[in-house]
């Protein structure tokens, strides 16, 4: 179940960071504040799911 739980969250920072991306990119074109605080917000999920990602044994007791 752990690796099922890691390759899950891996996916997700995966998608989070490509949304920010997009959401920059978007922001970049467009500049409407919607496209900034969604790139923000999802850099800032996918940094978040990086350190639990890197801090799972921690978190788990291993």
């Not at 969250?9 to 467009?30: D, K, L, M, S």
């Not at 969604?38 to 801090?55: D, H, I, K, R, T």
């Amino acid at each position: 179940m752990i690796a099922f739980h890691r390759l899950l969250i891996g996916t997700a920072i995966v998608f989070c960071a490509g949304f920010a991306v997009w959401g920059w990119r978007e922001y970049q074109a467009a500049g409407t504040t919607w496209a900034l605080a969604s790139s923000l917000a999802f850099g800032v999920f996918a940094v978040g799911l990086a350190v639990y990602l890197a801090m799972l044994k921690r978190f788990l007791g291993q």
